[in-house]
């Protein structure tokens, strides 16, 4: 089994600013560790909603709060952290093979998310009870 640390990361953005604002940059496959195939965000959620609640096979993510804050629960089935995402500048990045849970976002959160797939349902594990049968059964593609 992998250690969490080696399948997230926080990273943090270039600010670029001057007196007319701030300018955050995020490249795919320079600030971000792959190519970017899909970008899709999350608003209008509240502290009770839990968004997220599955692993994915195949797909890896960045989490940028790009207004407002969130928390996001990672967990590998043997080690779970709570990230707060507070920082337009700062970005969870999360392998695959995670389980993820985004939740507790602020009346303004707007949560952007970068992966390096397109959609595909059948790569995703939507129950927590299969993902950790998933990880005994095959303990190294986890």
């Known amino acids: 089994m992998h250690k969490l640390d080696e399948q997230i990361r926080i990273l943090d953005f270039p600010e670029m600013g001057d007196e007319r604002g701030n300018l955050v940059v995020i490249e795919g496959g320079i600030a ?27 797909s890896e993510f960045v989490l940028v709060n790009v207004a407002g804050t969130s928390k996001v629960l990672v967990d590998n089935g043997e080690e779970k952290r709570i990230i707060s995402l507070d920082k337009p500048r700062m970005g969870l990045y999360i392998k695959n093979n995670v389980w993820k849970e985004m939740y507790d976002f602020s009346e303004d959160s707007v949560l952007l998310v ?26 190294e593609k986890a």
């Not at 195939?37 to 209008?44: D, N, T």
């Not at 390096?116 to 059964?137: F, P, T």
């Open 114 to 139: 970068l992966s390096n797939e397109h959609y595909d349902a059948s790569e995703y594990i939507r129950s927590y009870e299969d993902y950790l049968a998933r990880l005994k059964e095959a303990p």
């Open 32 to 58: 971000v560790p792959f190519d970017v195939k899909r970008i899709f965000y999350i608003y209008g959620s509240d502290t009770t909603i839990r968004r997220g609640c599955h692993s994915n096979l195949r």
